[in-house]
């Protein structure tokens, strides 16, 4: 028979039959025993999912609660073992939310499938994270409420007063067959936003067009109509009939302007103001470059101008890791950056000798001004932040 670390190897991927079929006492023991690979042992925590041997419970809920286990470890475990109620005063303890990174979420999740209802407030809260794995958790807990005590009785517990309390109260509604478009004019824009992903009956979407309390909110009934139906042509008809409502910029001009709105309304975040969203689907997008080609020809032009520029490289081999919107050309110390965007070219030496060569050929460079110019509520992802971001960033962005 196969042994457990030949079944969860170093390199490629283990063998969860087996692993399912393995004997669960072998299991436990193994994940009990400090001297194997703390990644080993948890994938042996999931495949005891469902078949923990009783004799091994106590032991296993031991290390649970015991804070010299490695967390990744203790995090698996509450997934097994979240169904125990003699856990439950452990995880209420105040000294839960200290715990090892990821770890208090996994408590409050489990808090919430035991039925702690003085969980529901921080569920929320999880719930309505912008980050994927937190938000699973907190939905989870929050449907562990549900099963028990019906969802009257936690939208009651809540309130509306938060933010999260009102995306959450949107949510059941939908569950409950009700209509969620008086959400779209939510003070906060990511309770909007999530009431419009909940939209399903493009008849009354049109039909709250006419009723919409605020033009934002009827912009977010134009998006959950597209989302539903596809028909750009009747986004168009509905944009043109609302004025053709757009976020004003101050100093940016429509070549800047279509180019960001391009690459980054369709799936800016939550919080963005939706009127970015429908001018993207209301606009022609603009022909994009080739981007090497592009960034050879900048190359190019500045070899000519007596520059000797180095090679063109990817803001990705530039930063070695990551990628993004532009290619670096390294020329006398310093760096022009030459976007994927458009014909847009800056260097942070904003009196770069190219300059002058660049845009006699044609590119357009973007000065100190222009650079540092914010677009106002279009909230794009980087390096953790969901705000807005300015032009340099834009046109010239790259993560890890």
Same mark, same amino acid.
């Given at each position: 028979?196969?042994?457990?670390?030949?079944?969860?190897?170093?390199?490629?991927?283990?063998?969860?039959?087996?692993?399912?079929?393995?004997?669960?006492?072998?299991?436990?023991?193994?994940?009990?025993?400090?001297?194997?690979?703390?990644?080993?042992?948890?994938?042996?925590?999931?495949?005891?999912?469902?078949?923990?041997?009783?004799?091994r419970?106590?032991?296993?809920?031991?290390?649970?609660?015991?804070?010299?286990?490695?967390?990744?470890?203790?995090?698996?475990?509450?997934?097994?073992?979240?169904?125990?109620?003699?856990?439950?005063?452990?995880?209420?303890?105040?000294?839960?939310?200290?715990?090892?990174?990821?770890?208090?979420e996994?408590?409050?999740?489990?808090?919430?499938?035991?039925?702690?209802?003085?969980?529901?407030?921080?569920?929320?809260?999880?719930?309505?994270?912008?980050?994927?794995?937190? !938000?699973?958790?907190?939905?989870?807990?929050?449907?562990?409420?549900?099963?028990?005590?019906?969802?009257?009785?936690?939208?009651?517990?809540? *309130?509306?007063?938060?933010?999260?309390?009102?995306?959450?109260?949107?949510?059941?509604?939908?569950?409950?067959?009700?209509?969620?478009?008086? %959400?779209?004019?939510?003070?906060?824009?990511?309770?909007? %936003?999530?009431?419009?992903?909940?939209?399903?009956?493009?008849?009354?979407l049109?039909?709250?067009?006419?009723?919409?309390?605020?033009?934002?909110?009827?912009?977010?009934?134009?998006?959950?109509?597209?989302?539903?139906?596809?028909?750009?042509?009747?986004?168009?008809?509905?944009?043109?009939?609302?004025?053709?409502?757009?976020?004003?910029?101050?100093?940016?001009?429509?070549?800047?302007?279509?180019?960001?709105?391009?690459? %980054?309304?369709? *799936?800016?975040?939550?919080? $963005?103001?939706?009127r970015?969203?429908?001018?993207?689907?209301?606009?022609?997008?603009p022909?994009?470059?080739?981007?090497?080609? !592009?960034?050879?020809?900048?190359?190019?032009?500045?070899?000519g101008?007596?520059?000797a520029?180095?090679?063109?490289?990817?803001?990705?081999?530039?930063?070695?890791?990551?990628?993004?919107?532009?290619?670096?050309?390294?020329?006398?110390?310093?760096?022009?950056?030459?976007?994927?965007?458009?014909r847009?070219?800056? $260097?942070?030496?904003?009196?770069?000798?190219?300059?002058?060569?660049?845009?006699?050929?044609?590119?357009?460079?973007?000065?100190?001004?222009?650079?540092?110019?914010?677009?106002?509520?279009?909230?794009?992802?980087?390096?953790?932040?969901?705000? $807005?971001?300015?032009?340099?960033?834009?046109?010239?962005?790259?993560?890890?």
């Open positions: 028979m196969a042994t457990i670390d030949t079944l969860i190897p170093e390199r490629g991927a283990h063998d969860t039959a087996a692993l399912h079929a393995y004997d669960p006492d072998t299991l436990a023991g193994y994940v009990l025993d400090d001297g194997n690979a703390w990644w080993r042992r948890r994938v042996c925590v999931r495949a005891l999912a469902g078949r923990v041997p009783a004799a419970i106590p032991a296993l809920l031991d290390r649970i609660r015991d804070g010299e286990e490695t967390a990744e470890v203790r995090i698996a475990l509450l997934g097994i073992l979240s169904d125990r109620p003699e856990l439950l005063p452990w995880l209420r303890h105040e000294d839960r939310r200290g715990e090892s990174y990821g770890l208090p996994a408590v409050l999740e489990a808090r919430g499938l035991l039925g702690d209802r003085t969980a529901a407030p921080e569920l929320a809260t999880l719930a309505f994270s912008p980050w994927w794995h937190r !938000q699973r958790l907190g939905e989870a807990g929050l449907e562990g409420l549900i099963e028990r005590y019906g969802a009257e009785a936690i939208v009651a517990d809540l *309130g509306e007063d938060r933010p999260e309390d009102r995306a959450f109260a949107a949510w059941m509604r939908y569950r409950a067959g009700g209509d969620v478009t008086p %959400y779209f004019a939510d003070p906060d824009r990511s309770v909007a %936003y999530a009431a419009h992903e909940l939209a399903t009956d493009p008849d009354r049109r039909a709250y067009l006419d009723e919409a309390p605020t033009t934002e909110a009827a912009v977010w009934a134009v998006h959950a109509l597209h989302r539903i139906t596809e028909d750009t042509e009747e986004t168009r008809r509905l944009d043109e009939r609302l004025g053709r409502p757009r976020v004003q910029v101050h100093g940016l001009d429509e070549e800047l302007r279509r180019a960001i709105v391009h690459e %980054y309304a369709p *799936g800016c975040q939550r919080p $963005s103001d939706p970015w969203r429908l001018e993207a689907l209301c606009t022609e997008p022909a994009r470059p080739d981007p090497a080609g !592009q960034a050879a020809r900048v190359a190019a032009v500045m070899d101008a007596g520059l520029p180095k090679p063109p490289v990817s803001c990705g081999e530039h930063n070695q890791q990551g990628d993004g919107t532009y290619h670096v050309i390294e020329c006398d110390g310093e760096d022009v950056l030459v976007s994927t965007l458009g847009f070219v800056m $260097s942070h030496d904003h009196d770069h000798a190219a300059r002058i060569p660049l845009e006699r050929a044609g590119f357009r460079w973007i000065d100190q001004e222009t650079a540092d110019r914010e677009v106002t509520d279009l909230c794009v992802y980087y390096f953790g932040d969901r705000g $807005s971001r300015d032009v340099d960033t834009l046109l010239f962005y790259w993560q890890d």
